[in-house]
């Protein structure tokens, strides 16, 4: 199993980013899939998840209305749009195989950093 993120950068508050994980080494639609983060000095925290078929989604509440998260079955790969950018975002992303319940017992990529500064 593999997944491998990209996109993160260094951006103003306000501004946006979209993240991009893919995945390999397992059959992906079979697998919801998971965005989680990591603050500085802080734990992971679950960020959003989405469902096989991209039809059931959720959010932490500090990001509803602002993140997005999709996928594409035909790219192993899954996105998270992230628009209105804050400091508080800023952490390093993993995604991670697997939905709310299952995702901190799957597999995990390498992380992306973001970082929202003025």
């Known amino acids: 199993v593999q997944l491998v993120e990209s996109g993160g950068a260094m951006v103003q508050p306000g501004e946006s980013l979209t993240l991009s994980c893919t995945a390999s080494?397992?059959?992906?639609?079979?697998?919801?899939m998971t965005w989680v983060r990591q603050a500085p000095g802080k734990g992971l925290e679950w960020v959003s998840s989405?469902?096989?078929?991209?039809?059931?989604?959720n959010y932490v509440d500090s990001v509803k209305d602002r993140f997005t998260i999709s996928r594409d079955n035909t790219k192993n790969t899954v996105w998270l749009q992230m628009n209105n950018l804050k400091p508080e975002d800023t952490a390093i992303y993993f995604c991670a195989q697997g939905g709310m319940k299952h995702w901190k017992t799957g597999a995990r990529g390498p992380g992306t950093q973001v970082t929202v500064s003025s």
């Open positions: 080494g397992f059959t992906f639609d079979a697998y919801f």
């Open positions: 989405i469902g096989t078929t991209g039809a059931l989604i």
